[in-house]
Nanobody, 125 residues
């Protein structure tokens, strides 16, 4: 059973920064792509960023390019999201995700098989 747990959310003013962390349990090999999605009230879940299993290939949603950075952690099945220059429109619940198939890269929310419960990020103007 794969379980993803996020941490690092909070409230910041516009222009501030936050760093989200996620660790997945239930996988013995570090061979799975991971990423982040977000969902604001009344909206569908949006793809934020994704990385392949070794952390060298990365993709970003258009709305966060140049401001957010995804990275793999030193520990297996760990991923981070550094968020800089945050804007009020970034306010959402941010969830970590993992692909169920080894080595497969994902660039949309539909391609991820497992999701964490999420952590709230609130950006005030």
């Amino acid at each position: 059973q794969v379980r993803l747990v996020e941490s690092g959310g909070g409230s910041v003013q516009a222009g501030g920064s936050l760093r989200l962390s996620c660790t997945a349990s239930g996988r013995t090999e570090d061979k799975y792509a991971m990423g982040w999605g977000r969902q604001a009230p009344g909206k569908e879940r949006e793809f934020v960023a994704g990385t392949n299993y070794h952390g060298e290939d990365k993709v970003y949603g258009d709305s966060v390019k140049g401001r957010f950075t995804i990275s793999k952690g030193g520990a297996p099945n760990t991923v981070y999201l550094q968020m800089n220059n945050l804007k009020p429109e970034d306010t959402a619940v941010y969830s970590c995700a993992m692909v169920g198939e080894k080595y497969k890269m994902a660039t949309t929310v539909r391609e991820y098989d497992y999701w964490g419960e999420g952590t709230q990020v609130t950006v005030s103007s």
